[in-house]
Nanobody, 124 residues
Framework: QVQLVESGGGSVQAGDSLRLSCTGSGRAFSTVGMGWFRQALGKEREFVAAITSNGIGKYYTDSVKGRFTISRDNTKNTMWLQMNSLKPEDTAVYYC?????????????????WGQGTQVTVSS
């Protein structure tokens, strides 16, 4: 089992940067792929980025490519999402999640464990 806690959200101006952190507990953290999702007010939860268990494979949704970077350090049981050049449309609650295996997964249904979410607000 994996418990996840996100941090690092906040309110920023367009063009600013934020780094989200996701810290996991449990020995399984290093064996599973991880991902970031976000949910804007009134919208469905959407995939943002994913990373394999070993941190080598990474995948991003098109709207954040070139601006967001996902990374992890299994020795610290921590994953990050570096978000640069933020836009108002990035405003959402961001969730980290642990998937059911070591691979890249983009569907929320393939993730077994979720954090509580952290709010990111980008104003123009």
């Amino acid at each position: 089992q994996v418990q996840l806690v996100e941090s690092g959200g906040g309110s920023v101006q367009a063009g600013d940067s934020l780094r989200l952190s996701c810290t996991g507990s449990g020995r399984a953290f290093s064996t599973v792929g991880m991902g970031w999702f976000r949910q804007a007010l009134g919208k469905e939860r959407e995939f943002v980025a994913a990373i394999t268990s070993n941190g080598i494979g990474k995948y991003y949704t098109d709207s954040v490519k070139g601006r967001f970077t996902i990374s992890r350090d299994n020795t610290k049981n921590t994953m990050w999402l570096q978000m640069n050049s933020l836009k108002p449309e990035d405003t959402a609650v961001y969730y980290c999640a642990a998937s059911s295996d070591a691979n890249i997964r983009t569907a929320a249904a393939t993730y077994n464990y979720w954090g509580q979410g952290t709010q990111v607000t980008v104003s123009s």
